[in-house]
């Protein structure tokens, strides 16, 4: 019996229809396999492949102007510039500083020529043509020995002591200072308190904006229209 069952295990393992079947399966099997690894890598390149042309789209949508961060000190003075990817959040420590600042330079009158020439660029960097506070202020600075600063001085100076600058809303702001005028000999004369409203709006950077620009107003901040009156 054993000597029987072995032999057919031995005719069996040399049958040449079942190694056939053997070699045409193992076949079968490297296909399968091979075709669901190139299934699985081109599944992987087309993801790939879409990764890349979505970022493409995405880079090609983006603004192709530089923004930049600018570092402001106590005084909204800028004391650093560098190249930011997103704009920063204002603060409004910074918004004071600076209104604070446009109010001083407006209305501050000095014998200095260079030292009053230079409070006026700051008051125009942050003016644009076409607003109303750009024809007042050209209406200030140019009109009779009473407003013009160059012209005043020749007969007195003015220097502004901020007292404090209060929000009324997210684009008005309240500001009162004091005036003290004394005449060139340095004799004091009178004290004025003031108060103004100045309306103000940011606009963001543009192609068109230069580093000068930015270093002179660092957020883009404007001053839309603005009133100031001597308090009772």
């Excluded at 209305?107 to 003016?127: E, G, I, N, S």
């Amino acid at each position: 019996m054993n000597l029987f069952k072995k032999k057919n295990n031995q005719a069996e393992a040399e049958s040449p229809y079942l190694n056939a079947r053997r070699v045409w399966n193992a076949h079968e099997g490297e296909l399968l396999v091979s075709r669901k690894l190139w299934q699985i890598v081109a599944l992987l390149a087309l993801i790939i492949a879409l990764s890349a042309v979505s970022g493409l789209i995405y880079i090609g949508q983006q603004p192709k102007f530089i923004p930049y961060i600018v570092e402001v000190d106590k005084l909204g003075e800028a004391v650093g510039v560098g190249i930011a990817a997103r704009a920063p959040v204002i603060d409004d420590r910074v918004l004071r500083a600076m209104l604070a600042s446009f109010v001083a330079d407006a209305r501050m009158v000095t014998p200095d020529v260079a030292v009053q020439r230079k409070a006026v660029f700051r008051v125009y960097a942050l003016l644009n043509q076409g607003d109303p506070a750009f024809l007042k202020m050209n209406e200030h600075m140019n009109g009779d020995d009473e407003r013009n600063p160059f012209k005043r001085a020749a007969k007195e100076m003015v220097s502004v002591q901020i007292v404090s600058v209060l929000p009324q809303s997210a684009e008005t702001w309240l500001v009162d200072w004091v005036e003290e005028i004394r005449d060139r000999q340095g004799a004091f004369l009178r004290r004025d308190n003031m108060r103004a409203l100045l309306n103000i709006y940011i606009a963001p950077s543009s192609p068109k904006t230069t580093e000068e620009q930015i270093l002179r107003n660092p957020l883009g901040l404007f001053v839309k229209d603005y009133s100031w009156t001597r308090k009772m």
